[in-house]
């Protein structure tokens, strides 16, 4: 039975295995390959000679048979993550598929394991996963799909593939491997590691006597620091398996690494570190740094986006460098990037957003916006595609709107603009647009969630009250709140991001400004004076508190719909759904007062 032998010291170990691999070797070409001395051999031979595992210098059946329980099993490759630190390229394809050097990073890595003997490969994929499946007939490895890859760490990817867990390699699917690490026969469960003379942010470990790890901490100076892969034998993974089980699921470790349950269980489990020498082991955290390994990756990398990049600005894929993630928005991705010219953005399109967006509506809002002085970061739309690429605001911070004069700036602007007398053809409507997002999600099933039959047709009410204000139409930005400014260091206001722009009632951007800004019924009727630059009327406060409630039913439904194509809106859908539940009936009994149009503002505002 596998697992059955005898325990071997490492030593006895690596003089065996050596001797498996080559039957005729002598003790110095011993010494030199297991890395020992030649006095090390010597008494371990004679060691193994004792116990019969080694006869005249040769390995015995005996010690064939006391080398399979550290035969390695299988290999697993996590390949499931969204590798955001390299936007954009990971926008366009999964970090491990990315070509280097001339290879393809994971295709490397499974014709290393191969030729180390490792035939049995497991993939575990989530982000883009179809873009790996061709490998299953490539390479005859196993697809496990991780459903759970965006609100998990990848600890999640070892639960999927818990009971695969052996003697099994556990790898990332990005690394360069110079040299191939991957044995058939390994002693013990191991870390990769490499040491840094200086100072390292990466997952640094402290090994005991016997090289067995007895701490790990984030960042270290003179350290082994993790890299690569990992090796986990019959005992660690039993041991492993165990914690994932109990932990795995548990909200607060949703967010962990694998290593990091490690971290935390290290007096339960054994691992030892296992060092390579510098330049081995290749983990690339950032494009710089993948530039650095190979100078011409962007000449050779097939991305639309650099060669959008390029065509724009007029620049050669070389001078672009700094390149890095931006905070990503609900629809949308961005990275930051730099040229010789300057720093720019660019804008990736989310998945689904041309089911959402009229683009060619877009790049006529941001001419506009451009020439009214609103946002002169525009620099480039596809108006087909949707990607778009923008000057950057160095050191820019948001608009914060408990910031009393922020606020009254932001509502000055939005005034600015509707009163501009700028059209485009593009118009938004939030009744109309919820009707939209309603229409996909009923062609996807019944709308079954309790009470929303009821909420939908009192804001069937609303709207026919609203239309009656006959309130102008006008050029509006459709998302107006906060994370949408950026003031500079001058003190100039930028409103960014014009992609929901349209002709519109000139409330809607005052609706999205409160709901989206979370402003409580104080804050929001202090905004309201600050639009108007005066006590609004009666008339014109009910108008704009149903666009309040209007806001949050439209962006509830756009919410419902994102989250029925799988994508994760979080917090925001209970927000919305808030605002629009909360501001319903209140607004609706102010127009259906059959003697609204003769009480004061004052009384208005006391009844809201």
Known sequence: MKGAGTNLTKKQFSVLDVLRASPEARQRSIAKWAALSLGSVSAAIGELEGMGLVAAGRLTPAGLEALLPYKVDNAVILAAGLSSRFAPISYEKPKGLLKVRGEILIERQIEQLQTAGITSITLVVGYMKEYFFYLEDKYGVSIVV?????????????????????????????????????????????????????????WCMEAGARGQIVSVSMGGRGSWYMTGHAYFDRAFSKRFTKILDAECNLPETFDKLWEALLAEHLTELDMVVRPYPEGTINEFDSLDELCVFDPHFLQNVDSDIFDNIEGVLGCSKDEIHDVYPLKQGLTNLSCHFATGEGEYVYRHPGVGTELLIDRRGEVAALKTAKNLGLDDTFIYEDPTRGWKISRFVPHARGLDSKDSSQVAHAMRMARSLHESGAKVENHFDFYEEAKRYEGLLLERGPIDIPGYAEMAAKVDRLERCVKADNAPTCLNHNDFFELNFLIDEDDTYYLIDWEYAGMSDYANDFGTFCVCCQLDEDEVLAALADYFGRAPTAAETRHNLAHVQLAGWCWYLWSLLKEAEGDFVGEWLYIYFRYAERYLDKVLALYEEACLESIPREDVVARF
């Open 146 to 202: 991780n459903e759970k890859y965006a609100s998990h760490n990848n600890n999640a990817s070892l639960w999927c593939v818990r009971n695969r867990l052996l003697n099994t390699y556990v790898c990332s699917s990005d690394d360069y491997f110079t040299q191939n690490p991957f044995e058939p026969y390994v002693w013990k469960a191991y870390y990769a590691a490499q040491w840094s003379e200086g100072q390292t942010d990466e």
